[in-house]
């Protein structure tokens, strides 16, 4: 019988009888040096360091330098996390973006040839903020049931270059830079619950193009910030529940919360939700603000750098952006920690 349509937000299944799943063994990122400060700002469009800061949380966020691009930060990135896990080949290359390098050739193959990694699949995926997630998800699948033993997942986006910056509202928001991390095989537990999901009818949240009745204006990112803001906080919650649930995890369990960080409000309200002390929770939008797909990937290398996140512990990835797109992980950390 044909399969007409898959039920929403359906879980990633691991084939019956099956005891592989796939983990996370080594996590990297890269965030290019310059920093603009919420002062910088006050000094392009009418704004203040207080209004960004109460309303969003953010004090600074990082900019590509100019000449640079998505496939180069993605690319070292993607290096760091192969030499973190202690890998020198991968079976597949998977770049979430929404700021390609250009619309062709891809810019997962892009940084294939950065990376010397010629011959393996290499493919984008557009899934904005959530893209990380997506890619976990591809990779944990093309794992469990193709036979691939490793998958190097790469989130990286300049979303500097995308943003208007007459746009008071959007500009303050968002910061460039890039996440990656290697999943291979295990047998001993990893990524324990997935899901993801979209909804194509919230479209005009959040996206490129004029500003909404002003056809005329310039292109930039645009984003209705009080629906993005209700719906983001909806949807991360569900997602931790849905992932915990698939995990046979109770929220009491998780160790570390590591949402997507596009407004301290949004994180605080979600786990304010998800009754988590926000000590259990992985905030640092305000060296980075929102750097779409990969901020998750970022947040994470960041955790095991500091010593934040041990081996065993149960770590609770969600994510939310433009389609409108969204996603949560259930992920046993095994990887090496400092
Ligand atoms: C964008 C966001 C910070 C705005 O905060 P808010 O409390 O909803 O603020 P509003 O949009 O209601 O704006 C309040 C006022 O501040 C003004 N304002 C907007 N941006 C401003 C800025 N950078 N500086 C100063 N004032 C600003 C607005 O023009 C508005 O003024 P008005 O009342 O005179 O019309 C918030 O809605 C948000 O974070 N939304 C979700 C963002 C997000 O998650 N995006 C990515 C998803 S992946």
Same mark, same amino acid.
């Given at each position: 019988?044909?399969?007409? %349509? ?21 996590? /990297? ?66 770049? /979430? ?142 997602? /931790? ?18 949402? %997507? ?78």
């Amino acid at each position: 019988m044909a399969i007409l %349509h898959a039920p929403a937000s359906a879980p990633v299944g691991v084939p019956p009888g099956s005891t592989k799943t796939a983990a996370i063994l080594g996590i /990297a990122s890269y965030l290019p040096d310059e920093i603009i400060t919420n002062a910088h700002l006050e000094a392009m469009v009418e704004t203040s360091d207080a209004w960004i800061l109460e309303r969003t949380g953010i004090r600074e966020r990082r900019k590509i330098a100019s000449g640079m691009t998505t496939s180069m930060m993605a690319a070292e990135a993607g290096r760091r996390a192969m030499a973190a896990a202690g890998v020198d080949s991968v079976d597949a290359l998977i770049v /979430a973006t929404v700021s390609p390098d250009s619309p062709l050739p891809s810019t997962a193959c892009l940084v294939q040839r950065r990376l010397g990694l010629a011959g393996i699949p290499a493919f984008d995926i557009a899934a904005a903020c959530a893209g990380f997630v997506y890619g976990v998800a591809i990779g944990r699948g093309l794992i469990v049931s193709s036979g691939m033993s490793r998958v190097l997942v790469i989130a990286g986006d300049a979303l500097t270059s995308l943003i208007d910056y007459k746009d008071r509202s959007t500009c303050v928001l968002f910061g460039d830079g890039a996440g990656a991390a290697v999943l291979g095989v295990s047998d001993d537990g990893g990524i324990e619950g997935i899901q993801w999901g979209a909804d194509g009818g919230e479209a005009d949240l959040i996206y490129y193009g004029p500003k909404a009745g002003e056809e005329d204006s310039e292109n930039g990112l645009r984003m209705y910030g009080k629906g993005t803001f209700r719906l983001g906080v909806e949807r991360m919650a569900e997602s /931790a529940r849905a992932v915990c649930a698939e995990a046979g995890w109770s929220l009491n369990d998780v160790t570390l919360l590591v949402p %997507h960080q596009a407004n301290l409000r949004i994180i605080e309200a979600v786990a304010k939700r998800l009754d988590l002390p926000l000590d259990r929770v992985v905030i640092n939008i305000d060296r980075y603000g929102n750097t779409s797909g990969a901020s998750i990937p970022i947040a994470l290398a960041e955790a095991v750098e500091t010593g934040r996140m041990r081996q065993g512990d149960k770590v609770v990835c969600i994510a939310f952006g433009s389609g409108v797109v969204w996603g949560g992980i259930a992920l046993r950390w095994i990887a090496p920690t400092g």
